[in-house]
């Protein structure tokens, strides 16, 4: 027999494949765990109980779908979106904004309905953000004031345009300006020979005249060969006689809208219609609504717009654009790059250069920018893939941040987000509403996942997005949860809390540990109401920093048996962490498949309350940290090593169950074993 004391001294591995509990060979084994739910690892090493979410309000319909966009001005100018059926209504400094009379939340009309909800995409500048979707044409949300937010169409200029006319049909304005009826030879050419269609409306025209352009917006379709156009201002068409040197708009309800838009080197850019699904648009430089693709004089500058369409063995849908040091192009065969060739030049209509970097298709779900890598959501939307330039390659590569955790996606990959501070977490929603969360510090190597379960019952996140908080000390994780709330399914808008940190300031009574939750600040008192939202669920108290009996909502109220100045209340939740089996060398070889028996157990914490520990899911016994020195009545959190004596038969394998479903605090530095390891 040998007797061993391993020690895990971090969790930077996360939660791994079950496929991966034979790999002690593995450098991250040692650091990972079989499971880590609701507990968020730490880059240096730890892992803390994540803290609660606080409600804010319901949506304005819970029996429809609904979506969150942030909207982010500045720091202390921070916005989160609730879209739903037909309607905008905004969020700012952890409350829902309300109209101008305070009687009910400010909202907007908007073209989206229930089911176009997904499809939009959306890019942002300054106080104007811009939406798209396959089926409507751009809008601009723009704000003036916190209650004063208007949707509008996006009045575009001058293109983007589809090639040059080459059959003989001619173009003939009535007039050089103005409203002019402009009419066509023949219907040869034209939207594939039918002419004219009534879904033109909107479409833009260009016709050229001796060496100059001239451009309008179609208003009406008159008939197959007739419509009705408004020139633009600067952009006068230089006769009226008939040219065959004409172009029609890229986009419109005939050929369709733009799917995905991003800012990229002072262009607006623009990808993918239901007609063009590889091509790729920008603005003039420095002018997001401006497309000319010349001067009038039809010379090509460096500012000019730019049109430009992947030409690959096979259609390749651009599904997202991300702008970086290049334009980052997110396809279904693999991600492109888009640049000038060079670092020191601007990119121009004359200089484009676009290589596919790998064959790794991407999904129709927007990227996230971390640190020096874009991550993005794979084409079967079951792998997480980080986009970043290696040295070695002279290139950009695609590992999958899921290969020793490919579990942890069962359920597939939705939408995500990302919040670095005060650490670099990607937060990924899967369709089936859970939660996954991705630590991610590649400089240091931490790739760790962990899940996270929303207390309630029937819980189920439909939408997550993350703005910074008002103090700007971290950003916030936002999200709907729909929940059954007394036999009734509801959609609740929340925040996830920051982290409790007593190293900075917090006190026990600070500590925010229930989900869905509310707090009372004030005199003391023994009955907390506004639990509407809550009404007929058991919930969690914690009085003054301290555990109270869970009590039952009842017509929006509970009752204290004892009065507090600071009362949390809400849905309860439970982490959990389980370890790998341990593996240590002795004498005579590994440890793994011998008989080992765990004499002790010890536990190094910071700011914890009590645990809960076993060697197996239903035998698990509560370890208390209170001392006698602790006056009745009073909180210490605890931090140091907390030691356990398990009553674990000898086996041939063994892990570690630690939970905590308290109202409290818990971070867990390592975890230190003293085992006896048989031969046999």
């Known amino acids: 027999m040998a007797k061993v004391t391993p020690i895990q001294t971090n969790f930077t591995g996360g939660e791994i494949s079950p496929r991966l509990l034979g790999r002690v060979d593995l450098t991250k084994y040692t650091s990972s765990m079989q499971r880590c739910e609701n507990f968020i690892c730490f880059p240096h090493g730890g892992v803390t109980k994540r803290s609660g979410t606080r409600y804010v309000a319901e949506v304005k319909d819970s029996s429809k779908r609904t979506r969150l966009i942030p909207f982010v001005y500045s720091t202390v100018q921070a916005y989160i979106l609730e879209f739903g059926d037909g309607y905008i209504r905004f969020y700012r400094n952890n409350g829902q904004l309300q109209n101008a009379a305070g009687t009910a939340p400010y909202e ?101 005249y001796g060496g100059n352009w001239g451009s309008a917006k179609i208003i009406t379709v008159t008939s197959d060969r007739t419509v009705t156009a408004s020139t633009f201002t600067d952009f006068n068409f230089g006769g009226t006689a008939s040219s065959t040197l004409w172009r029609l708009g890229s986009w419109s309800n005939t050929t369709g809208w733009p799917t995905t838009t991003t800012f990229y080197q002072e262009r607006l850019f623009f990808a993918n219609t239901v007609t063009k699904p590889n091509t790729v648009w920008g603005s003039v430089s420095g002018d997001f609504v401006v497309f000319s693709p010349t001067n009038r004089e039809a010379e090509v500058l460096d500012d000019s717009g730019l049109t430009f369409t992947l030409a690959t063995d096979q259609v390749n849908a651009i599904r997202w654009m991300y702008g970086a040091k290049q334009l980052q192009l997110g396809t279904s065969d693999g991600p492109f790059i888009m640049s000038s060739g060079s670092d020191n030049l601007a990119l121009t209509p004359t200089n484009v250069t676009v290589a596919r970097e790998t064959t790794d298709g991407t999904a129709a779900t927007k990227p996230v920018g971390a640190a020096k890598a874009t991550l993005f959501i794979d084409r079967n939307k079951v792998k997480l893939r980080e986009l970043a330039y290696t040295i070695d390659s002279d290139g950009y590569t695609t590992p999958d941040l899921t290969l020793i955790a490919e579990h942890i996606t069962t359920g597939n990959l939705k939408e995500m987000t990302y919040t670095k501070a005060p ?28 899940r996270h379960i929303i207390g309630g019952t029937d819980t189920h996140v439909k939408a997550v997005a993350s703005i910074p908080s008002q103090d700007e000390t971290v950003e916030e994780l936002w999200m709907i949860v729909q929940r059954t709330i007394d036999g009734t399914s509801k959609q609740y808008v929340e925040y996830l809390e920051k982290a409790f940190d007593q190293a900075k300031g917090d006190t026990p009574s600070d500590a925010f540990f229930v989900d869905s939750g509310l707090t009372y600040s004030g005199s003391a008192v023994t009955a907390i109401a506004g639990l509407d939202h809550l009404e007929g669920q058991t919930v969690k ?16 109220e509970i009752t204290l048996d004892r009065p507090g100045t600071t009362v949390h209340v809400g849905l309860g939740y439970k982490a959990r962490l389980v370890t790998l089996d341990p593996e240590v060398q002795t004498d005579t070889g590994p440890s793994q498949g011998k008989t080992r028996r765990v004499e002790r157990v010890t536990f190094r914490v910071v700011d914890t309350y009590n645990l809960s520990v076993g060697t197996d899911a239903n035998n698990i016994e509560p370890l208390y940290f209170r001392t006698p020195s602790i006056p009745m009545g009073t909180i210490e959190l605890y931090t140091g090593d907390k030691r356990v004596l398990l009553p674990h038969t000898p086996n041939r394998q063994f892990e570690l169950y630690v939970d905590h479903d308290q109202p409290q605090p818990c971070t867990i530095l390592a975890i230190m074993y003293a085992l006896i390891v048989s031969e046999r």
């Open 423 to 450: 650490d670099s977490l990607v937060w990924c929603l899967l369709e089936t509403g859970e939660i996954r969360c991705l630590t991610y510090e590649r400089e240091q190597d931490v790739v760790a996942w962990h």
């Open 108 to 208: 907007i009309i908007s073209p989206y309905a229930e089911a176009d909800l997904d499809a939009i995409s959306f890019t942002q500048s300054a106080d104007v953000l811009y939406l798209v979707h396959p089926d409507y044409a751009p809008r601009t949300l723009s704000r003036t004031g916190p209650t004063n937010w208007t949707l509008s169409s996006y009045n575009y200029i001058d293109g983007p345009f589809d090639a040059t006319n080459t059959t003989s049909t001619t173009m003939a304005p009535s007039a050089v300006s103005g409203t002019v009826t402009i009419t066509a030879s023949s219907t040869t050419g034209i939207n594939d020979n039918l002419g004219f269609l009534s879904t033109d409306v909107g479409r833009h025209i260009r016709i050229k």
């Open 541 to 556: 108290v914690l009085v003054n920093g301290a555990t109270h009996p869970d009590r039952v909502v009842t017509l929006g």
